[in-house]
Nanobody
Framework: QVQLVESGGGLVQPGGSLRLSCAAS????????MSWVRQAPGKGFEWVST?????????TIADSVKGRFTISRDNAKNTVYLQMNSLKPEDTAVYYC???????????????WGQGTQVTVSS
């Protein structure tokens, strides 16, 4: 049974930082690219970042968060992370992890997703 559990969200002031974690089980973690997706209030799913399978030496990042967010993985812990710095109010969203490089295409979702963790950026 595939299970993805996000954690680390919360309330943070603009300019602050958070690190999200996604603990995975039920599949061979090393074989899968992993991604982060977010959904802001009243909006659709937005792809945020992807890390390749294996050692995770390649990453891709959405332009909206480039230079501020960093994705990483620890295969020994079956965990993928999203380090979020210089947070902005527009980063407010529910953040999900998924076990695919392409979790969202034309509004359709793919792969297995976690339950999400809420990130709120507000003063």
């Amino acid at each position: 049974q595939v299970q993805l559990v996000e954690s680390g969200g919360g309330l943070v002031q603009p300019g602050g930082s958070l690190r999200l974690s996604c603990a995975a089980s039920g599949f061979t973690f090393d074989y899968y690219a992993m991604s982060w997706v977010r959904q802001a209030p009243g909006k659709g799913f937005e792809w945020v970042s992807t890390i390749n399978n294996g050692g995770g030496s390649r990453t891709t990042i959405a332009d909206s968060v480039k230079g501020r967010f960093t994705i990483s993985r620890d295969n020994a812990k079956n965990t993928v992370y999203l380090q979020m710095n210089s947070l902005k109010p527009e980063d407010t969203a529910v953040y999900y992890c998924a076990n695919t490089a392409t979790p969202v295409i034309d509004g359709k979702t793919f792969g297995s997703w976690g339950q999400g963790t809420q990130v709120t950026v507000s003063s």
